[in-house]
Structure formats: C-alpha cells, structure tokens
Nanobody, 118 residues
Framework: QVQLVESGGDLVQAGGSLRLSCATS????????MGWYRQAPGKQREMVAT???????NYADSVKGRFGISRDNAKNTVYLQMNSLKSEDTAVYYC????????????WGQGTQVTVSS
C-alpha cells in the first residue's frame, strides 16, 4: 500500500521557519521524483519545489532563496526547509511522488497545514 505522510505543518509568525517532512512507503522511493506543492484557499495547487532522483532541484520563483528541498533515500523521506516565511506562504502543503516511463505513477499525500501570521 502506497503511503505519503506529511508532517511539520504549524502556525508560525512571519519571518519564522518550519521543516516539513514526508515519510513514504509502498513504492521505490529512490526511483521517484519528489515534490512539494501547496494550495491556498481559493487558489489552484502550485508547485513549490521538486527534487529528481539525481537530486536536481527546482523551485517556484516565489520561494527561491528561502526554501530548500532535500531527500533521504535511506529513510524514504523528503523534506522541505522553509525559512523567512511570509503570510503568502499560508497553504496546505502536499507531498508528491512522480515517476514516468515503463513504470508510471503519480502519488499524493493528504497535506499538512502551514499558517503564517503577519
């Protein structure tokens, strides 16, 4: 059974930091590109950061220089370090696992709430 379980969301003041974790199981983690996405109320889900199997990273312009994505293949876990948080970072953050090719899948976690107070 595939599971992606996010944790680490919280209420934090503007300028603060949070570290999100996504613990996974049920699929070949090391062979999947991983990503963090977010959805604010009334808005579409958007990409925040992704990391490939080869640890190439990609960030939304709005978070570059403030957020960092990393993965630990030994723990089947992906992380999102969020610094200098702003009120506009308030959203539900979702973990995603994606693999394309002979074996294709796209898995989502349930999400974790991040609220930044100004």
């Amino acid at each position: 059974q595939v599971q992606l379980v996010e944790s680490g969301g919280d209420l934090v003041q503007a300028g603060g930091s949070l570290r999100l974790s996504c613990a996974t199981s049920g699929f070949a983690f090391s062979r999947a590109a991983m990503g963090w996405y977010r959805q604010a109320p009334g808005k579409q889900r958007e990409m925040v950061a992704t990391i490939s199997t080869g640890i190439t990273t990609n960030y939304a312009d709005s978070v570059k220089g403030r957020f960092g994505i990393s993965r630990d293949n030994a723990k089947n876990t992906v992380y999102l370090q969020m610094n200098s948080l702003k009120s506009e970072d308030t959203a539900v953050y979702y973990c995603n696992a994606n693999r394309a090719g002979i074996i294709t899948y796209n898995y989502w976690g349930q999400g974790t709430q991040v609220t930044v107070s100004s």
